[in-house]
């Protein structure tokens, strides 16, 4: 069964940055846009960044112009750089297709706290 593993989560202080990096495969990239997604205590899982097959890229706007989406395709890899983080950045990190879902991961726990 593919199976998607999120890495990279840790905690760090307002205004640091992380990397995160999800892994794949060829069944779960395809051709599909693959996002990322955050899910805070008490709240539903949130998109927050995507990139479609070709390359182009989409930002929620709280996130925008601090994260930086990549996907290798030749990897089956999607990567997340997150800088400047704020506290609202807290929470669990997902990585996923846009549509036609695949089983979840367990994320990866980001904490941003001073």
């Known amino acids: 069964q593919a199976q998607i593993e999120e890495s990279g989560g840790g905690s760090v202080q307002p205004g640091g940055s992380l990397g995160l990096s999800c892994a794949a495969s060829a069944f779960i990239f395809g051709t599909y846009t693959m996002a990322w997604y955050r899910q805070t205590p008490g709240k539903q899982r949130e998109w927050i960044a995507s990139e479609t097959h070709d390359g182009l890229t989409s930002y929620e706007g709280s996130v925008k112009g601090r994260f930086t989406i990549s996907r290798d395709n030749n990897k089956y890899t999607l990567s997340l750089q997150m800088n400047n983080l704020k506290p609202e950045d807290t929470g669990v990190y997902y990585c996923?297709?846009?549509?036609?879902?695949?089983?979840w991961g367990q994320g990866t726990q980001v904490t941003v706290s001073s």
């Open positions: 996923n297709r846009v549509a036609a879902y695949h089983i």
